[in-house]
């Protein structure tokens, strides 16, 4: 049975089916702070069966060991974290707390049990202000807000708990710019209130909910002068951790692997197309670079296919379409 933590959150539920599409049995483990309760029964529906769901936080050992006594638990897959770089800045306590001492707290848990196979989902981030492009995971890592720097303090964790207990599994997998939704329209990404990622904000604003996009910064040296990323469709990045899991059941050890597509996009190449999607115009106004962003970062998957046999398979038009077709969902959900 897989212990799937923040389960009921963007990436976690979409993993969950993957997992489910897998035959593995779940477990998820969620506070419900960033997720609502229903995604459950949304994914119900899309696995086959319902998945095990404890109401509970990675921080309290109580909750953690009964889980471990009445589950037979052999994996642990790590999403349960906060995730936005900017509210990171105003609170690195409480991010520090639920990323560094959450992931301190299921460790140690796992360990009692002897549960010492880890999946965590690291990010893109840890690789800071990349010197050049495309990125490999030998590229050095630096933090440049608390969010990032607690994935790469986590990474440094893991590397260590490996190094002194060699018997632990731990794949560091690290996410580049996940969008989309799964096909069904039924899970996706559900910001609570003013979205921070561009995705989310572009199909809010293709919706109507929002009147237009700010485009922070148009003075990059990138191919149009706006920030260029490596969107990754959320499916594919699902199918990313079982394919890590499959590579677990031959062989051990901790690895890190990039999770992306290999291909740049700028955020007005992104709105192009998702303007050729909805064949409706985004209309958007540039304002000043953002705090904390760099002008250009993707992946190289290599490594990902070598080891992992694993290549995203989406492309930018069905990012879009998923997009759109959640972000009508949205509306009938009243999400
Ligand atoms: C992408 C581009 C913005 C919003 C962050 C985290 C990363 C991961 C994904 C968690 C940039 C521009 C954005 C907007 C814009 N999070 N943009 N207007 O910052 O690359 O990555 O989210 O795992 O770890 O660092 O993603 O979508 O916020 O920004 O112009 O309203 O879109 O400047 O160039 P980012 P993003």
């Not at 002897?114 to 490999?136: H, L």
């Not at 959640?326 to 509306?331: D, G, H, K, T, V």
Request: aromatic share 8%; net charge negative.
């Amino acid at each position: 049975m897989i212990l799937i933590t923040g389960g009921m959150g963007y990436i976690g539920s979409h993993t969950c089916v993957a997992l489910a599409g897998a035959a593995h049995e779940l477990l998820i483990l969620d506070n419900l702070s960033n997720s609502r309760i229903d995604v459950v029964n949304r994914l119900e529906t899309l696995c086959g069966k319902r998945p095990g769901f404890v109401e509970g936080d990675v921080r309290d050992p109580v909750v953690l060991g009964e889980i471990f006594e009445r589950h037979p638990i052999t994996t642990v897959m790590h999403f349960a974290g906060f995730k936005a770089v900017g509210e990171s800045v105003e609170r690195p306590l409480e991010y520090y707390d639920n990323n560094v001492n959450g992931t301190l707290q299921l460790l140690a848990a796992m360990r009692r049990a002897s549960v010492r196979t880890f999946v965590f989902s690291s990010s893109a981030t840890v690789y800071g202000d990349p010197a050049s492009v495309p990125i490999r995971e030998n590229s050095p890592r630096s933090a440049t807000n608390p969010y990032g720097r607690s994935k790469l303090i986590i990474e440094d964790i893991l590397a260590d708990l490996h190094c002194a207990e060699p018997e632990w599994n731990i794949p560091r997998l690290r996410y580049f710019n996940p969008v989309g939704a799964h096909e069904s329209g039924l899970i996706g990404e559900e910001p609570r209130g003013l979205p921070n990622n561009l995705m989310p904000f572009i199909g809010e604003v293709a919706i109507g909910k929002r009147e237009f996009l700010n485009i922070w910064g148009a003075d990059y040296p990138t191919h149009d002068g706006t920030g260029v990323r490596d969107y990754i469709h959320v499916t594919d990045l699902a199918e990313g951790h079982v394919a890590a899991l499959n590579y677990l059941n031959q062989n051990g050890g901790l690895i890190t692997i990039n999770l992306g597509t290999g291909k740049g996009y700028s955020v007005l190449d992104m709105v192009q197309a998702f303007e050729r999607t909805i064949h409706c115009p985004i209309p958007y106004e540039f304002g000043p670079r953002r705090a904390g962003d760099i002008a250009q970062c993707w992946a190289d998957p290599s490594l990902a296919y070598e080891l992992l046999g694993w290549k995203a398979q989406k492309g930018l038009e069905q990012m879009c379409s998923d997009t759109w077709r959640w972000q009508q969902q949205c509306r009938q959900l009243n999400i």
